[in-house]
């Protein structure tokens, strides 16, 4: 039986080592891990950037999956290549599902306070345009954010706040958890909904992801 391969991008400026703890039966699945790439220009359109990301994917039989920004991502992929599915986890499907919090933040270019050569950007970014999400939580998030270049920093912060999705793409699993408080489970329409999951549950509820991730392939 030939293997399903899945491709999996992890969220803004994070590295591959958030789905460490996913666990999938090795005979039927592969994981590989896409890295984020320096954008050619701050100006490099998401889908020209979304086209780049497409050629490290080498396998027929596929699924993309994508964490917070890289769920937008691979959602910008599939308009490019043909996957079986698409698995979102703590993300959005839609602009509209975006937060007033990081509208207001666009409307204000509030992201512009930033500036991508601090090497504390993202944590800075994080803490005002999420809200509520605790500094526990972003230092227990802080060992996987090493993509540090500020051409990508600043690229990738500002595609999240203008990310021109309307409509919800065809063939979306999405699984979100109750206390997110960077994308709020209020604003999310048809999930999957882990009680108690927060914007980082890719890393503590890592087992009973995995267990839908799974229910999910075999359909």
């Known amino acids: 039986m030939s293997k399903t391969h899945i491709y999996c991008v992890p969220g803004l400026a994070a590295n591959g080592k958030i789905f460490e703890h996913i666990k ?52 910008e992929m599939s308009k490019i290549v043909q996957p079986k599915k698409v698995i979102i986890i703590s993300s959005v499907k839609s602009r509209k599902e975006l937060p007033r919090r990081l509208k207001l933040t666009k409307l204000i270019k509030a992201y512009k306070l930033f500036p991508a050569n601090s090497i504390t950007t993202i944590e800075n970014f994080m803490s005002y345009s999420f809200g509520k999400m605790t500094k526990k939580r972003i230092e227990q998030y802080q060992m996987y954010l090493s993509v540090r270049n500020p051409i990508y920093l600043n690229w990738a912060i500002y595609n999240v706040l203008h990310w021109k999705q309307d409509d919800v793409l065809q063939n979306i699993y999405h699984i979100h958890g109750t206390e997110d408080n960077v994308f709020p489970f209020k604003h999310i329409k048809n999930c999957i909904s882990i009680k108690g999951g927060s914007h980082i549950m890719i890393i503590n509820k890592a087992k009973k992801i995995s267990k839908i991730i799974n229910g999910i392939l075999e359909e």
Request: no cysteine; proline share 4%.
């Open 24 to 75: 999938l039966p090795k005979e039927k699945y592969k994981l590989h891990l896409i890295k984020w790439l320096i954008p050619k220009s701050i100006d490099e359109s998401i889908e020209h950037y979304a086209q780049r990301m497409t050629e490290s994917i080498t396998e027929d039989n596929f699924v993309l999956m994508g964490v917070s920004f890289g769920g937008i991502m691979v959602q």
